[in-house]
């Protein structure tokens, strides 16, 4: 009875643990077979200007199968979009714990190179990294990769330079304060935001403004930043 207890026991405990390795094994078919298409969509692009745009078959134009022949043990399909956003949709079956849920790459080109954000519907505990990250986390991650500190606040909500001495870059003005222009342009961006939703004075506005654009012109992620802020609550001010 002991043994019988025993394994009763190491069932109710591995079973869940099991399906929760399953659930994420099924996931990462989706995000494997979508992401196999990646390289065929970006050569399209950088050949053309432009990803697939009421063509009758994305996928005959950029050169891949069809899309009910794209399939895995979980995946029904995997569809290239046709109306020139470039989105790659694999869709999960009734084999899978995720039935009639989605799995999509939104690609952006930016400066010669295509970049793909991952978005889905399945749960989040069962989804791969990097994807399904809100605007808000996508928009951090590419801070954080690129050396932008946070920025302490001040009582009144204004953002805090760094101190003295605390950046890396030796041409980015008097202090030592930033570690990148991107890094200075983020932060009058911020004091931007700030003026304008305390309604400070035009010419205090317009000084943000001007400084951030002169940083942001010796920087090539502004454009990456500007996507990705425009898709959180609080849009770029150009």
Known sequence: MIVVAIIGILVAVGMPQYQNYVARSQAAEGFSLAGGLKTALAEYHDTHGVFPDSTTDAHTAIGIEPAGNIIGKYITGVVVSDDGSGTITATFGPASQHDGKFLRLTPTANDGAVYFDCTTDIEESYRPSDCGQTPEEQLQKFLEKN????????????????????????????GMRWNSHFEQGVYLDLLLDWRLEKNKPKKQIKKAKNNRNKAFKKTTLDDEYIRLKNATGTPYTP
């Open 147 to 174: 050396t932008v500190r946070q920025f302490a606040r001040r009582s009144n909500g204004s953002p805090i330079q760094p101190a003295k001495n605390s950046g890396t870059c030796t041409n980015c003005g008097k």
